[in-house]
């Protein structure tokens, strides 16, 4: 009897020891891929006619191989998604999905401005090969979208994404910041993983990752220029323009922050303040692909209505870069 008692018992212990593990497996498989590290958001190279260049792509994949990047982001602002088609968008995903080596993330921007659309490209994207959709907010009618219409869009897409989410806030080019409580409430979305911050408030994205802190929820800096500064406040990473060009540097300030070694990482953060506010808020994407050029990659022309460089602005961007020691 006692001993028919002890085996239950130990079955039971044993049952429930399954129990625990399959159920830790589950969780572990739901909360979807680590966002931390470093991503460029890379650039969409171009023919002489403006066609999407897809050799010149993979030869700039292929280097970018060789540096510790923790994956690509795919059509984002400085992959100038807006003037792409569709399936131009899909397309590059697809490529870049061929070239990645094993083991990287590959975030695909999947925004558009209806909720609808927004739904069909994700489902795409996903099918293209992306990890994860990376979402911008709706913008052109700015003035209707408050916490209650972006909560809805940013719902119905993760409702119906293959893939996990991640909320894409740009103010510089969408006009609009993501509000703090919608951030929040969609923190506690099962599908909504993360959020790219591009704001550079870090007192914000400081309250955002203390608001969030006990959900499944990442966020990365969205420009070099603030990468220390949202480390110390919670940050798990960067999508930052200038990876595309000073990559191994910006996964270097990544692993000194983490490791704590915040001199050697203030020096770092400061010499790569002027080349990033060159290639973003200064000078845009068409100083992004000049300077990709300068660095052994293939950045070449912009798309229409995108304008090269004039001369002054060259020597601008060249000296910010000079000035800080990297050319």
């Not at 001199?263 to 200064?282: G, H, S, Y």
Request: aromatic letters at 6%.
């Amino acid at each position: 009897m006692h001993c028919a008692r002890a085996c239950r018992g130990l079955i039971s212990r044993r049952s429930h020891s399954v129990l625990r593990a399959w159920s830790l497996q589950r969780r572990a498989a739901a909360a979807g891929p680590d966002l931390s590290g470093i991503y460029p958001p890379i650039a969409t190279p171009f023919t002489a006619r403006e066609d999407v260049d897809a050799e010149k792509l993979e030869e700039n994949l292929q280097k970018y191989a060789e540096v510790p990047f923790k994956g690509l982001v795919v059509q984002g602002s400085n992959g100038e998604y807006p003037y792409l088609t569709e399936a131009e968008r899909v397309e590059v995903v697809r490529t870049v999905r061929r070239s990645l080596p094993p083991g990287r993330l590959l975030m695909a921007g999947s925004g558009c401005e209806s909720t609808r659309a927004t739904v069909q490209l994700t489902e795409k994207m996903a099918a293209a090969g992306a990890d994860a959709a990376l979402v911008v907010t709706p913008s052109f009618y700015k003035g209707k979208m408050d916490s209650r219409a972006l909560i809805r869009h940013f719902t119905k897409v993760a409702d119906s994404s293959p893939v996990p989410v991640v909320l894409y806030s740009v103010p510089a080019n969408t006009g609009l910041d993501l509000p703090l409580e919608a951030v929040v409430e969609l923190s506690q979305h099962p599908n909504i993983r993360g959020l790219k911050d591009s704001g550079g408030d870090i007192t914000r994205i400081g309250l955002i990752v203390h608001k969030t802190r006990t959900e499944d929820f990442q966020v990365l800096a969205g420009s070099a220029g603030f990468l220390m500064a949202a480390y110390c406040v919670g940050a798990v990473g960067g999508v930052c323009a200038l990876a595309n060009v000073l990559g191994r540097e910006l996964c270097e300030l990544e692993r000194l922050c983490r490791s704590g070694r915040w001199d050697e990482a203030r020096v770092l953060q400061q010499r790569l303040i002027e080349p990033n506010a060159a290639v973003t808020r200064k000078l845009g994407v068409p100083a992004l692909k000049q300077a990709m050029e300068w660095f052994g990659f293939h950045g070449g022309a912009c798309r229409s209505p995108l304008q090269p460089l004039t001369e002054a602005e060259t020597q601008q961007l060249r000296r910010d870069f000079c000035s800080n020691g990297w050319l």
